[in-house]
Structure formats: structure tokens, C-alpha cells
């Protein structure tokens, strides 16, 4: 059984941020040693979709803050 780390944040990739590059990092290492990450943020692109998996992490993202 893995442990859970749920994210809320504003920005997460593919945003190109500071804070989001950081989080990208450290949550994707997490990830990587077997972590089950979900982070919660905010679709800035209507290009982006609402759910994927990227680097190990589950990315959902809602219209609104």
C-alpha cells in the first residue's frame, strides 16, 4: 500500500513558473520512489486536459479556483 499525497495549487506543468517547475520536481520524485500523488489545479488553457498522468503524478484540473 503507497502513501497518498493530494496537492492543491493554483499553477502545476505544464505552466512554466517558478513554483510550478518546483513542484514538478520534488512531487515527480515522490512519484518515482512510489508515492500516489494527485494534484488538484487550475486548467489555465482550455488546451489542457481536465485529467492526465504525467511523470508518475495524477494532474486534475477544474475551470475554477
Not at 502513501?3 to 520536481?25: D, M, Q
Not at 500523488?37 to 486548467?43: G, P
Not at 503524478?57 to 479556483?65: L, S
Amino acid at each position: 500500500m503507497s502513501l497518498k499525497i493530494a496537492v492543491i495549487t493554483e499553477t502545476f506543468y505544464p505552466f512554466n513558473g517558478g513554483s510550478a517547475k518546483r513542484y514538478l520536481e520534488i512531487f515527480s520524485r515522490l512519484a518515482k520512489y512510489g508515492y500516489d500523488v494527485d494534484i488538484y489545479t487550475v486548467r489555465l488553457n482550455e488546451d489542457w486536459d481536465y485529467m492526465e498522468e504525467y511523470r508518475g503524478i495524477n494532474i486534475i484540473r477544474t475551470d475554477e479556483a
